[in-house]
């Protein structure tokens, strides 16, 4: 009889050992899905991140926008606004100036737009807004050119009868010689956004739109 109750007993103890042993095995295994789950797609989401981050670094126009476009903006903004005020200064005299052909005020408008444009495509990058600037850039280079051609025959006029009206003449000899230096050093500028916005738009011209699909695991095991 004793031994047979210890028997019982220790049949028993196995029973409830294994049972034990089998809901810990499950409830580790239900612990390591649910974290593989929640993981998986905390790493899809980093992934796609790091898709987009290197998407937008390949993209043309996100190019253009790394060169700082802005920055070049805000410098030919300030010149195009300095230019406007020495036309404001020069529109009373009677002296030959730029201002005879109003240069200093189409000029500067022009300078105020190709600044403008050139902040908002930096903030707002798009196709649309690339042209537009390349397009107010260009356009801005011939004006130069123009303003470039008369103000050099100014300067000449102003040297050849400094000695008559030296004061009049010197003063405005000044004037002249440093909107033509500022004239030069946008139109420096002006090249070098002319030409990554022409690349810019080239080469979105050119992109290959690379597209990846993900299979679904259950999916392809119902097919097979």
């Known amino acids: 009889m004793l031994e047979e109750y210890v028997q019982d007993r220790f049949n028993k103890f196995l029973l409830s050992f294994s049972c034990s042993t089998t809901q810990l095995c499950s409830s580790l295994a239900m ?3 649910e974290s593989t789950m929640v993981e998986k797609p905390t790493g ?19 190019r253009f926008v ?10 030919i903004l ?8 020495m036309g404001c200064a020069m529109a009373g005299t ?6 005879k052909m109003y ?13 403008a444009l ?34 050099i025959s100014l300067i000449g006029f102003y040297t050849w009868h400094l000695r008559i009206y030296f004061h009049s003449a010197m003063l405005f000899l000044w004037v002249e010689g440093i909107l033509f230096a500022s004239s030069l050093l946008v139109s420096a500028f002006l090249i070098f956004l002319s030409a990554i916005a022409g690349y810019a738009l080239r080469s979105t011209r050119k992109q290959i739109t690379v597209q990846r699909f993900v299979i679904d695991p259950q999916s392809e095991e119902n097919t097979n």
């Open 31 to 33: 612990e390591e899905t």
């Open 44 to 62: 899809e989401s980093e992934n796609q991140k790091l898709d987009e981050t290197l998407l937008l670094s390949s993209k043309p126009l996100h």
């Open 66 to 75: 790394q060169k700082q476009p802005r920055s070049f903006g805000i410098v």
């Open 78 to 85: 300030m010149f195009g606004c300095a230019e406007i005020v």
């Open 94 to 99: 009677t002296m030959e100036t730029s201002f």
């Open 103 to 115: 240069i200093p005020f189409w000029q500067g408008t022009l300078f105020i737009t190709c600044g």
């Open 118 to 151: 050139s902040i908002y495509t930096e903030l707002h990058p798009s196709k649309k807004m690339v042209t537009v600037s390349l397009a107010m850039y260009v356009v801005s280079l011939l004006g130069i050119i123009i303003t470039i051609v008369r103000r």
